[in-house]
């Protein structure tokens, strides 16, 4: 069975026909082009797959597109704003927080969604909230400390 | 494009008896909430379903409310919701069990009935469809022979869910409606020792709420897992602790070791005037004689049941 779902992604409304067992990750990746949302385990966990559902964190490869009708989601590809990356791209780009790159963009939308609840996390919560995030660089620490700089650039 | 999601519908009630209806009238059908398991095991064939009855649009199915000096939650219920809920902080086994599933990602949308109702787990079982095949699949799904007691006549799959034991020892009750109406059970008798079968839900049943008795004891939770940051339990244990006249009584409940989460006989009470070590010392051997882990995972069955009784009195000791 298929249906018109509508979305909104990075701010666009977007329409489109989807399969009722079309997962969100293959809408965004495969029929939209939003390749910034990865599929490392394809299934559920390894966090690749990361996007923002309604400003919180979604696995998009365990998550029917259909289910997300009327939502507001958010990739990767709109974090900068106006050619400026955002707080936590930056800090990762200038404390080596990406190696491969691969788990970056999930990532960096978890800890997105963290901010934006606690602008002021220690490192504890920041494990805590990238805990369902892996890096098979072992990039961990310098992606804390990218964590910690953004946050410590948004609020100020 | 990925093809590993089988063809299905979805299905869309709005109500509870709405979704008793779809389910009994698709055999085949299966309810879907989070979906943080159903779409992995749709995905890697372990079920197959032409129908899922999505059970997100159905209103009665959350909220937390009081209820009878306690507490009523809904079986939609998401663990990130139950993780910051300060009315479960009088239940302190069921905010800490909730905390530990899966990783935070999971639980923004997994729900408490997913969780009760999760699906049991097992090293021949959740593995990829050709693994399976070219091992003759297994007795939970589509084979003759449990590859880990093959002697015997019943699936050993584990129990995998952290909120159960949680709220056996707080007394909770689940409350289910199905096509012959609504039924309360113990969450204890809602499990049966068999991993292929191992609730108590029939055709076109679901699980509407949870309800909790007024809070009175003292409660912990503890797992332990490969994964520190995201995994089931290999083994996890709640304890309850009730402070009275005549002393300390305990309530223990295990879950990972066997196919159901099992409720530990009482221990007895523990006076004023007892031996606190050999009290918890007996603790830990009761426990021991309880549980009975398989080899369906990938540490020794001897390993998970010495460090769940450890756990077991070490939490005890904790509450004492």
């Known amino acids: 069975m298929k249906r018109i779902v509508s979305l909104e992604i990075n701010g666009r409304v977007v329409e489109e026909v989807v399969a009722d067992n079309m997962l969100l990750v293959d809408l965004l990746r495969d029929r939209l082009g939003l390749t910034g949302a990865k599929k490392g385990c394809d299934g559920g966990e390894c966090g690749a797959c990361t996007v923002l559902v309604d400003g919180r964190p979604r696995l998009s490869c365990i998550t029917l597109a259909a289910s997300c009708e009327g939502t507001r989601v958010e990739t990767i590809e709109g974090q900068a704003k106006g050619g400026h990356l955002s707080a936590l791209q930056r800090a990762f780009h200038e404390n080596l927080g990406a190696q491969c790159g691969f788990c970056t963009p999930g990532m960096i939308l978890a800890a997105e969604s963290l901010l934006r609840d606690n602008p002021t996390p220690d490192e504890d919560q920041i494990r805590v909230a990238l805990g369902g995030n892996l890096c098979r660089c072992t990039g961990y620490v310098k992606i804390i400390e990218s964590v910690l700089v953004a946050a410590a650039e948004v609020r100020a | 494009m990925s ?66 000096g306690g507490l009523r939650i809904g079986a939609g219920v998401t663990l990130a919701t139950l993780e910051r809920a300060e009315a479960l902080a009088a239940y302190p086994a069921i905010p800490k069990a909730v905390a530990v599933v899966a990783g935070p990602t999971h639980r923004e949308v997994a729900t408490l009935g997913g969780n009760l109702c999760l699906d049991t787990r097992c090293v021949y079982y959740n593995q990829s469809h050709w693994w399976r095949q070219s091992n003759g699949f297994c007795l939970k799904y589509k084979g003759d022979t449990c590859h880990v007691a093959p002697q015997g006549n019943r699936c050993r799959a584990a129990f995998s869910g952290d909120i159960a034991p949680a709220l056996m020892v707080h007394g909770a009750k689940i409350e289910i409606a199905g096509p012959e109406g609504t039924r309360h059970l113990p969450v204890t008798d809602f499990y049966h020792e068999d991993g292929a079968a191992h609730t108590d839900l029939r055709p076109g049943e679901i699980v509407v709420a949870v309800h909790l008795p007024p809070p009175g004891p003292q409660s912990d939770y503890a797992k332990i897992r490969v994964r520190g940051a995201i995994d089931y339990p290999l083994a996890g244990i709640a304890v309850a602790c009730t402070a009275s006249s005549e002393g300390k009584r305990f309530t223990l409940a295990v879950t990972g070791t066997n196919s159901m989460p099992v409720l530990v006989k009482s221990p007895g009470v523990l006076g004023a005037a007892d031996d606190s070590d050999a009290y918890f010392g007996a603790l830990e051997k009761l426990v021991q004689k309880t549980v009975s882990p398989q080899r369906t995972g990938t540490l020794a069955p001897h390993y998970r049941r010495l460090s769940v009784s450890a756990l077991a009195a070490r939490l005890a000791r904790r509450l004492a």
């Not at chain 2, 109500?15 to 008793?20: D, W």
């Not at chain 2, 698709?26 to 989070?34: C, E, F, V, Y």
């Not at chain 2, 159903?38 to 009665?60: H, W």
Request: aromatic content about 4%.
């Open chain 2, 3 to 68: 093809e590993a999601l089988p063809r299905f519908q979805v299905l869309t009630p709005s109500s509870v008896a709405e979704a008793v209806t779809a389910l009994y009238a698709h055999p085949d059908a299966l309810p879907h909430a989070g979906g943080t398991d159903l779409i992995v095991r749709l995905r890697k064939g372990l079920s197959e379903t032409g129908t899922l009855v999505d059970l997100g649009g159905i209103a009665v199915l959350q909220g937390i409310d009081p209820d009878a």
